[in-house]
């Protein structure tokens, strides 16, 4: 069993559950929370819909800078196991908001449609055509340089195929597919972006754009943007920034500094409820950070910085710590790092060319090769960017370079974001994150796909998948007269994957509408022009087999 925060968290939110992980909630019992300064704290367990632990909920917060002790009983198989931990609680930081000003960017070109006036992202250009279109469309979720913002699905041809604006003044981030209890679902990050991390929420939407879920932070956290992960079993595991008082005189800062800890949440998406919990400062060192300290007061000190969450087949943790340019394991029973790539304390030795500064995005391999974004910059510590790939020798502990992908055309230097996708037959879909490309390459490093966002518009990461979206809506058409006696019709279907044409019917009376023709579908907006005027219309849209998959309203012109 597992509880959390884990024994000597030293900053555990003031508003913290009591987390018990591998046991059923029935088998635990007086329980008992004693706060050094508040005393004891009464309140209620609550069990995880998974069936394997509870939290323990408390009536009343903890104060700041006291001692927690958890002591409970677990009884199970005519066994009785005294159990427990403790830790201390923060003495936490508000951040303040940041101004509502936007930094002026030049006009930044954005699409725009006579069907949805309400969309218009920014436009997409294509300088390396794929040469696999039918591998799928491309995840993306454009932010920055004043765009309108959301999660974005679009063709290898750079033609729309969904867009969902957020909240003007907040971001998206993210977008991907992940499984849902059986399902495939969309998922990505939604917020406001606050001293460079995320205060939102987390989206879960089924195959027809249908919120099925949101995932909140518990604790008192905020749902950071850097990581949302569906496990098998239905929980989601994410990640939140915590901003605390500390001293950093060991780092030559102040006694009354302010570091910004990164945090892990396992999440039971069902109730909500905190599964687990762990620190980074309670397992990393201040001093294994490469981050400036600041020296200007109330300016945070964000030593860690966690951007990627890995979970493993048994449960481990692979955790990416952006300003340590190192990756950790995680055990997965107490929260022990169990070993580190790269930084200053690496656990492998590392041949030089497989160094890596600033990195996002480490994922473990199923061959047992990671795969990582090497960033490089922020300050610079290379000349460009990278996605490269790595072979670990746990045995002897080394880790060699087998494989780097740098873009071809310009020497891209990312400042932040990024991300790599291993594709079948070894290619590699990589998103270049701050500078705004995205890339495909094939097993011999060939550039097989590449495409840009106009500056300074750029995608926290981008994927590549065969995505099949069914959205309930109808259709939308419009039409306006057009020159000498026609009839301009415009259709389109925001999310419908699976258009191949569009069937225009029309008729003067709306009783005895007609099939007048057949257009192959031109991208996220087909224009159809007929003879006519004063005409009633309808479209229906058609699959590739010329199945109707759904119609509009009638509309008149």
Same mark, same amino acid.
């Given at each position: 069993?597992?509880?959390?925060?884990?024994? +000597?968290?030293?900053?555990?939110?003031?508003?913290?559950?009591?987390?018990?992980?591998?046991?059923?909630? *029935?088998?635990?019992?007086?329980?008992?929370?004693?706060?050094?300064?508040?005393?004891?704290?009464?309140?209620? $367990?609550?069990?995880?819909?998974?069936?394997?632990?509870?939290?323990?909920?408390?009536?009343?917060?903890?104060?700041?800078?006291?001692?927690?002790?958890?002591?409970?009983? !677990?009884?199970?198989?005519?066994?009785?196991?005294?159990?427990?931990?403790?830790?201390?609680?923060?003495?936490?930081?508000?951040?303040?908001?940041?101004?509502? +000003?936007?930094?002026? =960017?030049?006009?930044?070109?954005?699409?725009?449609?006579?069907?949805?006036?309400?969309?218009?992202?920014?436009?997409?250009?294509?300088?390396?055509?794929?040469?696999?279109?039918?591998?799928?469309?491309?995840?993306?979720?454009?932010?920055?340089?004043?765009?309108?913002?959301?999660?974005? %699905?679009?063709?290898?041809?750079?033609?729309?195929?969904?867009?969902?604006?957020?909240?003007?003044?907040?971001?998206?981030?993210?977008?991907?597919?992940?499984?849902?209890?059986?399902?495939?679902?969309?998922?990505?990050?939604? /917020?406001?972006?606050?001293? #460079?991390?995320?205060?939102?929420?987390?989206?879960?939407?089924?195959?027809?754009?249908?919120?099925?879920?949101?995932?909140?932070?518990?604790?008192?956290?905020?749902?950071?943007?850097?990581?949302?992960?569906?496990?098998?079993?239905?929980?989601?595991?994410?990640?939140?920034?915590?901003?605390?008082?500390?001293?950093?005189?060991?780092?030559?800062?102040?006694?009354?500094?302010?570091?910004?800890?990164?945090?892990?949440?396992?999440?039971?998406?069902?109730?909500?409820?905190?599964?687990?919990?762990?620190?980074?400062?309670?397992?990393?060192?201040?001093?294994?950070?490469?981050?400036?300290?600041?020296?200007?007061?109330?300016?945070?000190?964000?030593?860690?910085?966690?951007?990627?969450?890995?979970?493993? =087949? =048994?449960?481990? !943790?692979? %955790?990416?710590?952006?300003?340590?340019?190192?990756?950790?394991?995680?055990?997965?029973?107490?929260?022990?790092?169990?070993?580190? $790539?790269? #930084?200053?304390?690496?656990?492998?030795?590392?041949?030089?060319?497989?160094?890596?500064?600033?990195?996002?995005?480490?994922?473990?391999?199923?061959?047992?090769?990671?795969? !990582?974004?090497?960033?490089?910059?922020?300050?610079?510590?290379?000349?460009?960017?990278?996605?490269?790939?790595?072979?670990?020798?746990?045995?002897?502990?080394?880790?060699?370079?087998?494989?780097?992908?740098?873009?071809?055309?310009?020497?891209?230097?990312?400042?932040?974001?990024?991300?790599?996708?291993?594709?079948?037959?070894?290619?590699?879909?990589?998103?270049?994150?701050?500078?705004?490309?995205?890339?495909?390459?094939? *097993?011999?490093?060939? $550039?097989?796909?590449?495409?840009?966002?106009?500056?300074?518009?750029?995608?926290?990461?981008?994927?590549?998948?065969?995505? =099949? /979206?069914?959205?309930?809506?109808?259709?939308?058409?419009?039409?306006?007269?057009?020159?000498?006696?026609?009839?301009?019709?415009?259709?389109?279907?925001?999310?419908?994957?699976?258009?191949?044409?569009?069937?225009?019917?029309?008729?003067?009376?709306?009783?005895?509408?007609?099939?007048?023709?057949?257009?192959?579908?031109?991208?996220?907006?087909?224009?159809?022009?007929?003879?006519?005027?004063?005409?009633?219309?309808?479209?229906?849209? $058609?699959?590739?087999?010329?199945?109707?998959?759904? *119609? *509009?309203?009638?509309?008149?012109?």
């Amino acid at each position: 069993m597992l509880i959390s925060p884990l024994a +000597g968290t030293p900053d555990a939110s003031a508003q913290t559950q009591i987390s018990f992980l591998g046991v059923a909630a *029935s088998e635990l019992r007086d329980i008992v929370v004693d706060g050094s300064r508040s005393g004891i704290h009464s309140g209620k $367990l609550q069990a995880y819909s998974t069936g394997d632990g509870a939290s323990f909920i408390p009536a009343r917060g903890f104060q700041a800078g006291e001692r927690v002790t958890v002591h409970a009983v !677990l009884s199970a198989a005519h066994k009785t196991v005294a159990v427990g931990t403790s830790f201390t609680i923060a003495d936490i930081y508000t951040l303040p908001k940041e101004s509502s +000003g936007q930094t002026q =960017n030049p006009p930044v070109p954005t699409q725009s449609f006579h069907t949805r006036h309400d969309l218009r992202p920014p436009q997409v250009i294509v300088g390396t055509p794929a040469s696999t279109p039918s591998l799928g469309d491309i995840l993306i979720s454009p932010d920055s340089g004043g765009v309108q913002a959301g999660p974005m %699905i679009i063709e290898p041809s750079g033609a729309l195929v969904w867009f969902k604006p957020v909240r003007s003044g907040t971001e998206a981030m993210d977008l991907r597919e992940q499984q849902y209890l059986g399902q495939a679902v969309l998922t990505w990050w939604q /917020g406001e972006i606050i001293g #460079g991390h995320g205060q939102g929420e987390d989206v879960v939407e089924n195959t027809a754009y249908q919120r099925i879920a949101t995932v909140r932070a518990g604790n008192g956290l905020y749902a950071d943007l850097h990581e949302f992960q569906i496990t098998p079993q239905g929980t989601a595991i994410i990640t939140a920034y915590e901003p605390v008082y500390r001293n950093l005189t060991s780092v030559g800062g102040s006694s009354h500094g302010i570091v910004d800890d990164s945090v892990l949440q396992e999440i039971d998406i069902r109730t909500g409820l905190v599964m687990f919990e762990w620190h980074a400062l309670g397992h990393v060192a201040l001093n294994e950070s490469y981050a400036r300290v600041p020296h200007i007061p109330d300016h945070v000190y964000d030593f860690f910085h966690i951007n990627s969450i890995q979970q493993q =087949n =048994n449960g481990d !943790l692979l %955790i990416g710590g952006r300003n340590t340019w190192a990756v950790y394991l995680i055990d997965a029973h107490n929260g022990y790092v169990l070993w580190r $790539l790269g #930084g200053k304390r690496s656990t492998f030795t590392m041949t030089p060319t497989a160094r890596f500064a600033w990195q996002h995005d480490a994922e473990l391999l199923p061959d047992g090769t990671i795969s !990582l974004f090497d960033n490089e910059d922020s300050p610079p510590e290379g000349s460009s960017s990278r996605a490269i790939h790595m072979a670990l020798d746990l045995q002897h502990k080394t880790a060699e370079l087998i494989g780097s992908y740098e873009h071809p055309g310009t020497r891209l230097l990312s400042p932040s974001q990024g991300n790599v996708q291993l594709l079948s037959d070894e290619e590699r879909f990589v998103g270049w994150g701050q500078a705004g490309y995205v890339s495909e390459f094939s *097993s011999t490093g060939q $550039l097989t796909f590449d495409m840009h966002l106009p500056p300074p518009v750029n995608s926290y990461r981008a994927y590549r998948v065969a995505w =099949n /979206g069914q959205p309930t809506n109808t259709p939308t058409l419009v039409a306006a007269p057009g020159k000498q006696d026609t009839v301009v019709a415009y259709c389109s279907w925001n999310g419908a994957a699976d258009v191949s044409a569009w069937r225009l019917l029309a008729a003067s009376d709306p009783s005895a509408l007609k099939v007048v023709s057949t257009t192959q579908r031109q991208g996220f907006e087909t224009e159809i022009l007929t003879a006519g005027s004063h005409l009633y219309l309808r479209v229906q849209a $058609l699959g590739a087999s010329g199945q109707l998959l759904a *119609s *509009s309203q009638t509309v008149s012109s």
